[in-house]
């Protein structure tokens, strides 16, 4: 068969298209690697922070300065442990970005197929029939265009708000008091020290970082005593 000088390939954008299907493949297939990566550094910092938390609790009354180095160790995972998380929450709001932006853009790249396609078939229609054909793919190009705004706008993550983080930890804290307080029939230490006077203004942070790890240690030894 004889070719008409403009194929297949040529009428749906031919390679163009394929390379940016490629680029956008490859694009959500790392970042959901990232992910994945991130996931099961997550639970390893996880097992970590276990792990320095049971040393505390078998030394917290054998060896005090062994069980003050393990709840050292464990803030530090946990430290590392939040900023996986939010690691983890920027690579999720990428991948739905890109593909919220994807299905935009195969929609659009379908009307415009379309129009190219339509403009080819009927090559051989009067001016006036195909100015009423561009006016009528004109029409659906703006639905087109509201549909992706529409959905852009629906893809817009809403944020954590802290203060309301903050009141629900407060809540599980004062929840955990009162039914130790109904096991034991007494104030457990650790609310007592949190009764204590505030420190002096200007003590070192040093001091202050000391008097942090005692009151975990006293935590602990209360919750053994239980």
């Known amino acids: 068969m004889a070719s008409n000088g403009w194929g297949w390939g040529s009428l749906f954008g031919g390679g163009s298209a394929k390379q940016t299907k490629d680029t956008t493949k490859n694009a959500i297939l790392g970042l959901r ?8 550094r997550e ?5 970590q922070m276990d792990e320095q938390d049971n040393v505390a609790r078998k030394n917290v009354s054998s060896n ?8 050292r160790r464990k803030k530090a995972f946990e430290h590392q442990l939040e900023q996986t998380q ?3 929450m920027t690579v999720e709001r990428e991948i739905s970005s890109i593909e919220t932006a994807n299905i935009n853009k ?5 009307m415009k197929n379309a129009q190219q396609a339509m403009k080819r078939i009927h090559g051989g229609l009067t001016i ?3 100015d009423e054909t561009m006016e009528q793919l004109r029409e659906q190009h703006a639905v087109g ?6 959905l852009t ?5 809403t944020g954590v708000d802290e203060d309301e983080l903050d009141e629900e930890l407060a809540e599980l804290q004062q929840e955990e008091l009162d039914n130790t307080m109904l096991k034991t029939g007494s104030m457990p230490v650790s609310a007592q020290i949190q009764r204590l006077p505030n420190a002096a203004v200007g003590e070192p942070k040093k001091r202050i970082e000391e008097d942090d790890e005692e009151e975990e240690l006293k935590k602990l030894q209360a919750e053994m005593a239980m």
């Open 33 to 40: 690697g990232t992910l994945d990566m991130l996931s099961k």
């Open 128 to 130: 006036d029939k195909v």
């Open 145 to 150: 265009e509201e549909i992706a705004e529409a």
């Open 43 to 47: 639970k390893h910092l996880q097992n």
């Open 86 to 88: 939010s690691q983890m």
């Open 106 to 110: 195969e929609t659009l790249d379908a």
């Open 153 to 157: 706008q629906g893809a817009v993550g």
């Open 64 to 71: 005090k300065g062994v069980a003050k180095a393990a709840l």
